[in-house]
């Protein structure tokens, strides 16, 4: 079976970092995918690891190990429209990806 | 930027009921998916399609769903005989590889 953790919830200040872990424990592993979903709204592609190691993209970055299962989306000088839902997904076999519950980070001013 | 877009946004219907959900995805993109997300729960994979037919489903997608890609730019899902817990946010996703997958909008289905 698959199972996607991550915390339920996460505040944060304005201007500051924000890191959300996701461990996976999956029966295959063909990469690891963070979306950012506002209410309401679709989730929103932000990166996708396949490799062990940090991929930065401006003020996020997204870090993978295979050998642990975790990842984790850094989120860097925070602010207010950032509050939304952090999606960790995997990718487990063939292309379906499977979601986390995801992490709703609230940012404070 | 190119985007998948869906129609319609909104959807309501009767228990019973066939429900035809509609996309497009981003054009050169080979890869295409259905996902829903029942209100405050996750994200589920419904089904993919590659190449004209279906390369993946779920345990969700049962006999009562269908997709098809009647032309070369559409792609769609058919709910039958909807039920009440087949409300939901339903999401088409499409990728022009492994590393992507993009999201529509959604259409938000209400079962009455």
């Known amino acids: 079976g698959q199972n996607i953790d991550q915390p339920t919830e996460m505040t944060a200040t304005e201007g500051a970092i924000v890191q959300i872990n996701c461990t996976y424990q999956?029966?295959?592993?063909?990469?690891l995918f963070w979306y950012q979903q506002h209410a309401g709204e679709a989730p929103t592609f932000l990166s996708y690891?396949?490799?062990?190691g940090l991929e930065e993209k401006g003020r996020f970055s997204s870090f993978l190990s295979r050998s642990k299962g975790y990842s984790y989306l850094l989120l860097k000088e925070l602010q207010m429209k950032d509050s939304a839902s952090y999606l960790c997904?995997?990718?487990?076999?063939?292309?379906?990806?499977?979601f986390g519950g995801g992490t709703r980070v609230l940012v404070k001013p | 930027e190119p985007e998948v877009t869906q129609t319609p946004s909104h959807q309501v219907t009767q228990m019973g009921q066939e429900v035809i959900l509609r996309c497009v995805p981003i054009?050169?993109?080979?890869?295409f998916y259905w996902y829903r997300q029942i209100l405050g729960q996750k994200v589920e994979f419904l089904v993919s399609?590659?190449?004209?037919?279906?390369?993946?489903k779920s345990e969700i997608f049962d006999d009562q769903f269908s997709v098809e890609r009647p032309d070369g730019s559409n792609f769609t899902l058919k709910i039958r005989s909807t039920k009440l817990e087949d409300s939901a946010m339903y999401f088409c996703?499409?990728?022009?590889?492994?590393?992507?997958?993009?999201f529509g909008p959604g259409t938000r289905l209400l079962v009455l």
């Open positions: 996703a499409s990728g022009g590889g492994a590393e992507t997958q993009y």
């Open positions: 999956t029966s295959g592993f063909n990469g």
């Open positions: 690891n396949v490799l062990d």
């Open positions: 997904a995997v990718k487990a076999a063939g292309n379906k990806l499977t």
């Open positions: 054009s050169n993109h080979l890869y």
């Open positions: 399609f590659y190449n004209n037919e279906i390369s993946e």
